[in-house]
């Protein structure tokens, strides 16, 4: 049974940019959270999408933005990018809502280095 | 405030020696209690989760919880130097999201 896949692994862009990553769940999945891992802030929550649907959004400004399709695969963009974005992007899939089972499973990450 | 929080460590104890985790989170509506264990480079994964007050076995760990004191443990015995990882406490709080605390680095040394 495959994993989740997210693309691209690595990527460098500059300030003002914008960027878009992708997240393919685990087959039959159909909760995507995606969250941002730094060293000094480790994990934080940015939103999490469930049959097409935001249905929690962390503390993030509206650069950050997200989506997820039909098929449960999901996208998330950030736009004007600053130096500050530089971070390992990590989505996670579940079954059923994260909250529900708690058992997440994360793709190996998307790390973004903003110049 | 972080709504969970972890001492980052690093925690070092011996081989065989039991590793003691500690969390604790403010939102006191929150039900839900997780523990990831992230390798160096690698992604978090599941490792325990526990809804009731009280203590939870799995194997070599336990997870305790108290709601009153807003307070989760995880218990780590006969400890593995491949038990060295960062452990991740998660809580689901009210308002529907899964928060991570920072992490706790554990060395186990052979």
């Known amino acids: 049974k495959a994993g989740v896949t997210q693309t691209p692994r690595y990527l460098i862009k500059t300030r003002g940019q914008q960027v878009t990553l992708s997240c393919s769940p685990i087959?039959?999945?159909?909760?995507v959270s995606w969250y941002q891992q730094t060293p000094g802030q480790g994990l934080q929550f940015l939103f999490e999408?469930?049959?097409?649907?935001?249905?929690n959004k962390g503390n993030f400004p509206g650069r950050f933005s997200g989506r997820q399709f039909s098929n449960s695969r999901s996208e998330m963009n950030v736009s004007t990018l600053e130096l500050g974005d530089s971070a390992l992007y990590l989505c996670?899939?579940?079954?059923?809502?994260?909250?529900?089972?708690?058992?997440?499973?994360f793709g190996e990450g998307s790390r973004l280095t903003v110049l | 405030q972080k709504e969970v929080e972890q001492n980052s460590g690093p925690l070092s104890v011996p081989e065989g020696a039991i590793a003691s985790l500690n969390c604790t989170y403010s939102?006191?509506?929150?039900?839900?209690f997780f523990w990831y264990r992230q390798y160096s480079g690698k992604s978090p994964e599941l490792i325990m989760f526990?809804?009731?007050?009280g203590d939870k076995e799995d194997g070599r760990f336990t997870a305790q919880l108290n709601k009153a004191s807003q307070y989760v443990s995880l218990l780590i015995r006969d400890s593995q130097p491949s038990d060295s990882a960062t452990y991740l406490c998660?809580?689901?709080?009210?308002?529907?999201?899964?928060?991570f605390g920072q992490g706790t680095e554990l060395s186990v040394k052979p």
């Open positions: 939102d006191r509506g929150s039900q839900s």
């Open positions: 999408y469930f049959s097409e649907t935001q249905r």
């Open positions: 526990i809804y009731s007050n």
């Open positions: 087959s039959g999945h159909r909760s």
């Open positions: 996670a899939s579940s079954l059923i809502l994260a909250g529900d089972t708690g058992e997440l499973f």
């Open positions: 998660a809580v689901y709080n009210q308002g529907g999201k899964l928060i």
